[in-house]
């Protein structure tokens, strides 16, 4: 199954996919948390933000886009209302998340069965919901962690063993921000000695820090690498990594996707905004430089349904 806030839907529903993108990161972070502990929303914010987001939605949509991840965690203000809206008038499936929900700040004082206890409140959060709306029962659909650059930090490393005790318990995919190669490796270590599953762990912005030995290693282990920040500045260098994961025979383990925050870009830019430039201008810019559609449309389609599929 996979989990979007209009309910479950099949691997074949999935279809195009945007696996990594920010609806509106929220930065009142007290907002943010309200919104996943009290489910107290801003019916005002909601629709200025909707009447915002919506055409954005809509462009995508006729664009090709079917489906798409929610990468802000609670911290970051996920709305689950608002993506509801959203998702019902757009048509198109959005993938909610649970996952970093709390300041950093609380391990300082509150280090005890830190793990145990954040593992059973995500599991909470997928077993009763994150939140019912309009008798639909939302889901997570992946567990979103964030981690600060530098060596693994104590609070790091205790929401990582969380994360997999909670996919031990549900399955939940893992989606991890990670921008250091350095620190994907000690994430790596961690892995393998807590005995993780490997192909429900997704390293998003993998080639931010390009280390192809340490993306070898990913590889071996059966890792996900999120290649997510195909930003409209950047197409060739993304589009010479798919080259190389298809010469090298792994593209059936990416994950494509821009990493743009939709309510800042059109804030920015108004209908300029380039949210659905992957489908208007990068695909066709892969397909220009001799990367078969078939691939790439397994890659924008299959590849996700798989990764976010338990
Ligand atoms: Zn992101």
Redesign the pocket.
Known sequence: MIYTVNGTITKDEMKATLS???FKWENDETYGIQLYFDKKYDDEKIEETLDKLLPVLQKLYDSGCRTIVE??PPIGGQDLKLLKKLSSASKINIIPCTGHNLTKYVYRIHNENFAEQLAEQWIKDFEFGLDTIDGVTIKPGHLKL?LDRGKLSDVDREMLRAAIMTNKKTGLPIHC?ILESALAEEVMDLLEKEGADFGKFLW??TIKDKNDAVIKRALRLGIWLGI??IKTDAYEYNMNFIKEGIKCGFENRILL?Q?Y?FFEEVTDNGANHPCAAFFTDFIPYCINSGISSDVLERIISKNPAEFYDF
């Open positions: 990594h993108e920010h990468a802000s964030l921000h998003a912005h997510d920040m996707s990493d925050d």
